[in-house]
Each structure stands twice: as C-alpha cells, then as structure tokens.
C-alpha cells in the first residue's frame, strides 16, 4: 500500500476516524493493528521480521536497564545491549547484504583461478528495513548509554518500531522523540488537520506533479547516454536531482501529514537542501534524520573531531562511505558516499584559507554575489555525485562524465524523453514548487497581524491549487498503477 495509491487515500481516514472514536487507553492497539496492516499490505510475511526486531531490541533493552539498575557489572549490560545491537545488524545485513557480499566473494574467488561457486539464494528486501532497525539499534544503544528510561509498555514501543506513516521510508524517529508522543491521548484540532492536509497535499504535489513528471525523461537519458549525449547528461542529472529530492521529500511530508493528524509531530527531514552553499550544508539540509543518526551514533563514537584533524577526515570518510552502502548494496552507491566525504574533507581542510581569502578581498561569503555562486557550486557537485547514485555501475557512471565532456552533439527533446507538454508540464511543476519553497522558507518568522493575514490567503491558495493537481493528477492516472518512491528500496 503505497502512499500515492487509492488504498491509502481510504485506509488513512479511517484509521485517523477510528482512532478519535476510541477511548484513549485502546487507541495504541488500534495504531499498532493499523501499523502492521500498512506494512503487511507488501509481504504479510514480512511482518514476522519487524516483530522480531521488535522483540529482540525492546528485551535487550529492557535486560540491559534491568542489570544496571541492579547494579551488576558494566561489561554484562553493556554485553547483553551488543547483542541486541548485533542481531538487528544481523538482520539487517542478512536481508540486504548477503548477496552483495556473496557476489564479491565470487569474484575474488574467480580471480584467483578457482573454479568454485558461491550458491546465493534469492532474498527479497523487505521494504523499509533500513529505517526500522535504524530506529530499533537507536532506541537499545540510547537505553544503554543512559540517555532514557527503557519502555515498559510493549505496545508503545512496538508501535514506535512499526509506525505506519514513517515506517518504510523514515523520517528516522529517536526515541525520545516519538515514544512520549505514542504515550499522549492526543485530542483532534483544526490546526492538526490544517497543517497535516497541507502536508499531505504538498507532498502529493511533488510525488505526481514534479518527480514522477521528470522521472520518464531521467529514464530514457541514463538508459542510453550516448543517445542523449553530454548536454543530456548534465540535463537529465539535474532533473534527477529534482526528481529524487520531490520523491523523498514528498514522501516524508505525506508522513509528517498523516502523523499530524493523528496529532503526532516527526522530525524534519528536509531544509531546502539545494540552498545550501556547501556540501556540508547540505547534509546539515537532506535527509536529516539519517546525517542525524550516523553522527551520533558512528561518527562521534569513532573520535568525531576530537582526536586530530587527520582522524576527523578519516571519520567522515567512514561515515559516508557507510552511509552509501545504507543507501545500497553495490559499489556506486559506497562510490556516491565516498564522493561526498570527500568534498566536506575538502572543505574543512580548507576552510582557514578560504577565511583568509574572504577576509582580504574584503567579501562576506554569506550575501550577495558570492553567496549565490557557493549554491551553483555546491548544487553542480552534489549533481555530480548524483551521476554515481543514479547510474547502473561505477562503470556507467564513469561513462556518462566522459560524454559530459567529450559526447556533446545536437539533440531533440524524445531523444531525452520529453515530448513539448511534457516539457511545459514539467517546468510548471517545478516552478510551482520552487514558488512553496520560496514562500515556506520560514513561515514562523512572520509578525503582524497583516503578515498572517498574508499568510493565511497564501496557505489557502497552496490548498487549493495542490487539491486541484492531485485531483486532476488521480483521475488523469486512475487504472495506471502508482509509481513507487524511490527510498521504498532502502
């Protein structure tokens, strides 16, 4: 069940109806069941794998809290909450790792002459592993750092694991965070519904009317880009920049929406990445949620900045090496990650000298002129990394940067997938969008009362405008099939 499918533009409703009918003390069940229906409408099979993690990170914890309240030895709990920890990696590396890894093995093997053969199953990726047992490993590792009390009431933190509206595809919850949330018996406001249907709309807005519009011609362009040649590449990368950012970022704001309606408020996960002036910015801007997790729970583990320059470089390349594999099990993925460690490593290595610059020219990096050049730069290298996300292999990537600059000839538009409405629909799209971002920037930073005056005629002509593309978008689509988001495959 899809959020951009007609199951789900019922089954929300009804869920967020039911749950206001109900007497509080029953409203977690009903969540819980509702939760592992959404997730059981892909694989009802699956549904073992999430009650397992469930159960091995709520025990660990529970034993680990248990012990230290005891006051055994350090080294026990700290044990009993590794092995918690392990199984789910375990689980995790099973599911997506294995055959990468088996597939690996095998060539190394080949190389050295041998003539033996790795059997690998075919193991079906259960959908949204990578987000559950990230939230899972960071509710057992937070218990046993001390950092909160483990829960008691298995419903709730089942329900933390298995919350439907950021279940598959994040945003990735901490659980101080959301459990005292799940606690509440949250009462219906307008405000709650207001701001979840402009979520909803927003992110629906963006899945059907800017990514899925752009998604046919990035197909076509990284499908054969010879045909497309250099100027095609450069045009069909940053579509896909946009592309995958309205996807994933559509996606989180129909979760943050359908959580807020239910009177639950998750985490941002998106800040106008491609503002950012920097690659580090950037990452301070996408995916939040996850950039979030990996500094607190590898990076700053690992020494973060404290230990010397050099082995702060070396943690950063660590971390986004691991936070490319998250992304995939394959080399251009681990490649994309390495791409941007390398620029922020490139950045903070040169960050006293670029002071130094800005100081003698006498320029403030942080307006102006050369604030809007440090966004093109940082857009064209995020864009870059984006070829090795998108591509195939490292192989095609690396094919299609040799035609950026040696594969330049003249093309039409079908020869990059777009026909002229396409186009015309497509740069309206992203117009529109570009429009949202510009005036939601900062909406609480508005004072006056002419300023929310403003700012309600501007919410409600966002409403109106994102009903009427995503009614017309559904009845123009209806019997089509839905398009699945992208991050559904991590």
């Not at 029953?26 to 073992?48: D, G, I, T």
């Not at 986004?320 to 290595?349: D, N, Q, T």
């Not at 035609?403 to 529109?432: C, D, K, Q, R, Y």
Request: charge should be positive.
């Amino acid at each position: 069940m899809s959020f951009n499918s007609i199951e789900y533009l019922i089954f929300l409703p009804v869920t967020v109806l039911v749950c206001y009918l109900l007497p509080a003390k029953f409203r977690k069940y009903w969540l819980l069941a509702a939760s592992y229906f959404f997730y059981m409408s892909w694989n009802p099979e699956m549904a073992v794998l999430i009650a397992g993690v469930t159960a091995v990170s709520y025990g660990g914890a529970f034993l680990t809290e248990w012990l230290r309240e005891q006051k055994q030895s350090k080294k026990l709990s700290a044990f009993v909450a590794g092995v918690s920890v392990a199984v789910c990696i375990a689980v995790l590396a099973f599911f997506k790792y294995f055959g990468f890894l088996a597939e690996n093995l095998q060539r190394i093997i080949t190389l050295a002459g041998s003539g033996a053969r790795i059997p690998v199953p075919e193991i079906l990726l259960p959908v949204g592993i990578s987000f559950f047992t990230f939230q899972a490993l960071s509710y057992v590792i937070d218990v046993n750092r001390g950092k909160i009390k483990a829960e008691k009431n298995f419903i709730i933190y089942a329900l933390f694991v298995s919350f439907f509206p950021q279940l598959v595809a994040g945003p990735i919850e901490r659980p101080d965070a959301l459990i005292p949330q799940l606690r509440e018996a949250h009462k219906f406001t307008g405000e709650n519904f207001k701001e979840g249907i402009v979520k909803i709309l927003t992110g629906f807005f963006k899945k059907m009317a800017v990514a899925d519009m752009i998604a046919g011609a990035v197909d076509v362009i990284y499908k054969s880009p010879e045909q497309a040649g250099g100027l095609g590449v450069i045009i069909g990368t940053a579509l896909f920049a946009v592309q995958i950012y309205c996807d994933f970022s559509g996606y989180t704001d129909i979760a943050t929406g359908s959580a807020r309606l239910l009177g639950i408020r998750l985490s941002k996960n998106f800040d106008v990445p491609y503002s950012a002036v920097s690659v580090r910015d950037f990452w301070r801007r996408w995916h939040i949620s996850l950039s979030g997790w990996f500094r607190d729970y590898v990076y700053i583990p690992l020494g973060g900045s404290r230990k010397g320059e050099a082995r702060a470089c070396l943690n950063y390349l660590i971390v986004f090496l691991l936070s490319g594999l998250w992304h995939g099990a394959a080399w251009h993925f681990a490649a994309w990650g390495l791409i941007h460690g390398l620029f922020i490593v490139f950045e903070r290595l040169t960050e006293k000298f670029r002071d130094g610059l800005w100081r003698k020219m006498k320029v403030n990096p942080e307006y102006g002129l050369v604030t809007t050049l440090r966004r093109v730069a940082t857009f064209a290298s995020v864009c870059f990394a984006w070829i090795f996300f998108r591509a195939g292999s490292i192989a095609e990537a690396f094919g299609c940067i040799k035609l950026i600059f040696t594969g330049w000839h003249a093309f039409t538009l079908e020869n990059i997938g777009f026909t002229v409405p396409g186009l015309v629909s497509a740069v309206a799209g992203i117009l529109v969008l570009a429009a949202i971002e510009k005036g939601r920037l900062d909406p609480e930073a508005e004072r006056g009362v002419k300023a929310k005056r403003v700012s309600q005629v501007r919410n409600s002509a966002y409403v109106i405008v994102l009903w009427a593309v995503v009614a017309a978008w559904l009845l123009l689509m209806a019997g089509s099939g839905e398009s699945a988001f992208i991050y559904f495959q991590f």
